[in-house]
C-alpha cells in the first residue's frame, strides 16, 4: 500500500519531523545508503527554508513512477519532495539558487545543492502569495545521462500531490500509463479515508497498470470487477491518443476534472456511482480536440470545487507536479484544515527543448 508522509513545518522541531520522515520513505522505496543521504539532504535543507524565508509550511514526501514511457522500470520509483507555502515569496529566485546562499541554521548546503542533488527540481515563487518547491530524487546516483533516466520524449507530461487526511495513507491515488500512442492518466478516490479507502484507490491502480490499452469506459468496466472486494471509489479515466491528439473522458463519481484549451475551461462530467459498488448503466464518454496548449487537471473532492489556475501561472513550462501543487496552494490557506484527502492531477505539454 502506498505511503504518504506529510509533515507541517512551524517550528524547528519539525525539522527533524522531517528528516525522520525523509529516511522512513526511502527505506519503504529501498533507496541505498548514498541516495537516502541525498534525499535526507534536499528535505531537511527544504524544511529549513520553510522557516527562514515563509515562517513555516507543509511538506509532503511520497514515491512516484517513473515518466511514463521511459525505459525505467516501475519498480525504479522516486521519491517526490514538494514544499508548499502561504509567505511572502521569494523575489529573487535566481539569487537563491545560486550556490552560497543559504539559509540560517540550515545544513549550508543551499537551495543551488538541492537542484544539483536532486534529479528533478523546480522552484516556483510569487510576491504575496508564497512558494512551492518540488524535488525528485531516484534509487540511483546515475545522472540525467546515464542508463536509470530516459528523457520523456512523449509531447505531455503527467505530475500530482496527494495530500491525507489521515496520517500515513490516502484514500486518493493517481497514475499515469502509456501503451503505444495512449497515455492514460487515472485519479481514484476510494470512499472514506484511511487504509480501506487506500486500498481500494490502490486497487484501481494496479489495474490501469494491468490494462493500460483499455478505452476509459471499457477500463471502467474492468475496475468495477477488481473492486469488487473493496469499498469502492470514484475513478476519473483520461487517454489521450497522442496520434490522434484526441482526448477521451469517462468517470464515475465525485472525482472533478477541467480542460483548458487556451483560455478556455471547459468540465468534463462523471457520472453518479460508485466504481465497485454502483456502476451505471450508460458510462459517458467524451471525445475531445488535444492541441499543444491543453491542459487536464484531474481532482478529488478535497479540493474547493471553486479553485482556480491562476492566469500569471506559467503552466506550460511548469512541471506538472508543480502545477498541481500551485492549484492546491492557492486555493486553500494557512488557516483552512484539510477535510478530506485531496490530490490534483495534470497533464500538461512537454515544453519545447526541454533539458531532460
Known sequence: MSRIWDVPVHDATRVRDVRVAAEQACGHAGFGEE?????VLVATELATNLLKHAGGGQILLETVDPPPGTDAPRERSSLQIVTIDHGPGIPDLSAALHDGFSTTASLGAGLGTCRRVADDFELHSTPGRGTVALARIGPSSVRRSGPRYQPDRAPVRAGGVNIPLVEG??????????SGERLTLLLADGLGHGPRAAEASDAAVRQLRLSPHLTPPELLGTLHTALRDTRGAAVAVAQLDLAAERLEFSGIGNVGARLRSGD???????????????????????RLPW???????????GLPSRWSLRPDVPAAVLDPGVTAALI????????RPVRDDTTVAVLSPTPPNREP
Request: hydrophobic fraction near 35%.
Open 35 to 39: 541516495r537516502e543521504a541525498a534525499a
Open 169 to 178: 495513507h490516502s484514500g486518493d491515488a493517481w497514475a499515469c500509463v502509456r
Open 264 to 286: 478556455d475551461w471547459q468540465p468534463l462530467l462523471s457520472h453518479p456511482g460508485i466504481v465497485g459498488a454502483h456502476r451505471p448503466a450508460h458510462i459517458p464518454h467524451q
Open 291 to 301: 492541441t499543444p496548449d491543453c491542459l487536464l487537471v484531474l481532482h478529488s473532492d
Open 328 to 335: 492546491v496552494r492557492d486555493s486553500s490557506s494557512s488557516a
